[in-house]
Each structure stands twice: as C-alpha cells, then as structure tokens.
C-alpha cells in the first residue's frame, strides 16, 4: 500500500512537473514574440476571449482591441521586451486551466504579470493577462501624489 501511494505521489510530481516546463516554455515564447515583433506567434497565443490589463488605468482590453492598439509597434519590428523570472504555477483539478503570477524586468523596471491559460483541443491559450507595475509601499504616497498631478 505504501509504495503505491509513494509511486502515485511520484507520478503525480513528474506530471506537474512537466505541465510546469511545457507551460513556461509557452509563456516565455509569447513574451519572446513581442520583443521579435512576430504579430502571429503572440496573438496565436491568446483565445479569441482573452483579456489584457495593461498598467493605465482605462487599459482593459479585448484580443481585437490589444491587437488594433499593438499592430503598429509589432509593425515596426520591435513591441517590447519582458524577461520573466520567478514564475509561479497552480492549477485546476482538471488539470485543462492553470494560472501563474511572474516577476518581470522591464523598460519601467521590476513588473508583475500575472495571466490564465486553458487547454484547447490539446493547445495551450493564454486567455488573460495583467501587467502591473510594482512600487514599493513606502513610496506610495510619493506616487499617489505625483498621479494626483
């Protein structure tokens, strides 16, 4: 009886840990098209529901309106750049949903991100994304002045 628990947990280790590297190697190739410009590869990546929030206060956006507003930059043959660290997993019993939260090192320094995939037809598809910018509590009251400018 021991060793058939002590093989399940072990399988189920394995499997989470090959959910884990598959999925990262996705989110890191999506953050990977946008600082290559590949128009297809990112927006491949999302779900025709997906929903980004940017760190602007009005920046919700659809996969339609994300792509409108960032076509001209993938155009130009640069987007952005983010290098993700720090990634965490969790997921759903299913195991056809997970979601994650990474720290990233961008143009406005330390960032967050935090994102939602679903398993489609076999495929991975991010159908949500937040961006957030982190500032640290002590110097929140300097920012919440200077946004009140």
């Known amino acids: 009886m ?26 890191d190739n999506w953050h990977l098209s946008a600082s290559t410009a590949n128009y297809e590869s990112y927006f491949g990546a999302m779900t025709d529901s997906f929903i980004f929030l940017g760190t602007a206060p009005g920046e919700r956006w659809t996969k339609e309106q994300f792509s409108a507003f960032s076509k001209p930059y993938f155009d130009k043959g640069k987007a952005w750049d983010f290098k993700a660290s720090n990634r965490q997993w969790n997921f759903s019993k299913n195991r056809k949903m997970a979601w994650f939260d990474e720290d990233l090192d961008t143009w406005m ?19 949500y994304y937040n961006l957030t910018v982190l500032i640290e509590n002590e110097k929140m009251k300097e920012f919440i002045e200077l946004r009140d400018k």
């Open 109 to 127: 320094r330390g960032c967050r991100g935090s994102g939602i995939v679903i398993k489609e037809k076999g495929e991975w598809k991010l159908v």
């Open 2 to 27: 021991r060793k058939t628990v002590f093989l399940l947990l072990l399988l189920f280790n394995n499997i989470q840990v090959i959910a884990q590297t598959e999925l990262d190697k996705f989110i």
